[in-house]
């Protein structure tokens, strides 16, 4: 069999050869686990989008153990992952239903053709890893079409943003007026401001509320 190679003689692909044959492999930090089972819903908006392709990313980074996308279907993703705890699971994926517990008090990863253990897991496990700091702020997401904006702060806006997120791609956000004019992620513009502690970041919070309402209150919390 020939090499397709490129102008210079080197090959144009590489082989990799996967274990083919299920293996086991310690935890991280040999921490107890369980494998858990869920659904990830295709948000309602995208339904009848047949080019659409989902995002089964966790919107929480880094995880430190693996997880699996093991199916397509016309409204969810079916998934598996490792979790210490079942609401690990809702953290990251917070739109997850149908969570299944498969398999309790585990001290080992289970890996298969099927299951492979991710690339990414070895740099997260590796003693020399440092996750990065989350960030401490607050935040402005603003629909300039119709000068309505959804306010809020914490010691994780990232996070928090790409929450919001998914409410309203979900139709559950709790700003009525935003989630009605709501289009899609591209047409917002996100606006961050960073402070040293929460105090300061509910401060600034509350000076950008009093610009945009007086009346209006910050969400303390995001609920799916």
Request: charged share 20%; hydrophobic share 35%; proline share 8%.
């Amino acid at each position: 069999m020939s090499t397709i190679t490129d102008e210079n003689g080197q090959p144009l692909y590489k082989t990799v050869h996967a274990p083919s044959e299920p293996y086991t492999k310690p935890t991280f930090q040999n921490r107890t686990v369980m494998r858990v089972g869920f659904t990830l819903p295709v948000a309602p908006r995208y339904l009848n989008n047949p080019d659409y392709v989902q995002d089964v990313r966790p919107i929480l980074w880094p995880l430190y153990h693996p997880y699996f996308h093991t199916g397509t279907e016309a409204d969810h993703s079916t998934m598996m992952a490792y979790v210490e705890d079942l609401n690990d699971v809702l953290v990251a994926w917070p739109e997850a239903k149908d969570l299944t517990v498969f398999e309790e008090h585990m001290t080992h990863y289970q890996y298969s053709p099927r299951l492979p253990e991710p690339d990414w897991l070895a740099t997260v496990h590796h003693p020399d890893f440092v996750p990065p700091l989350n960030r401490t702020g607050a935040y402005k997401i603003t629909n300039p079409d119709e000068d309505l904006s959804i306010i809020g702060f914490g010691d994780d806006i990232d996070y928090q943003i790409q929450h919001n997120n998914l409410l309203l791609e979900f139709g559950k956000h709790e700003h009525e007026a935003f989630q009605q004019a709501y289009t899609g992620w591209q047409d917002l513009e996100i606006s961050v401001y960073d402070t040293t502690t929460v105090e300061q970041a509910k401060a600034y919070a509350q000076k950008l509320l009093a610009f945009e309402n007086d009346e209006g209150e910050i969400p303390t919390t995001l609920k799916f």
